[in-house]
């Protein structure tokens, strides 16, 4: 059974920093990320790695301050994220996909529950 679970849930200020942790189980991937869904608005693209090149994609609205890496011993993602912002405020979704990238919405095969981070101004 593929299981996703996301940990490293905060509420922070201005300017903080923090880390998004995603542990994989049941079967390898492809390509692991992340997507976080604001308050009352849609799910949107965050992050993406390539499990096997280590290559990294960033939305435009974190490039330069949120860092995505991998683990690949220990099956897990991570999402460095510096200079939060309040409009980063959002629940933050680990995705997987088994064959293909992670674009948008619709790419992941995989979803993991969802962790909320709360920046405050």
């Known amino acids: 059974q593929v299981q996703l679970v996301e940990s490293g849930e905060g509420l922070v200020q201005a300017g903080d920093s923090l880390r998004l942790s995603c542990a994989a189980s049941?079967?390898?991937?492809?390509?692991m990320g992340w997507f976080r869904q604001p308050p009352g608005k849609e799910r949107e693209f965050v992050a993406t790695i390539r499990w096997d090149s280590g290559y990294t994609d960033y939305a435009d609205s974190v490039k330069g301050r949120f860092t995505i890496s991998r683990d690949y011993a220990a099956n897990t993602v991570l999402l460095q994220m510096n200079s939060l912002k309040p409009e980063d405020t959002a629940r933050y979704f680990c995705a997987a996909s088994q064959f293909g990238q992670l674009v948008d919405v619709s790419s992941p095969d995989y979803w993991g529950q969802g962790t909320q981070v709360t920046v405050l101004p």
């Open positions: 049941g079967r390898t991937f492809s390509s």
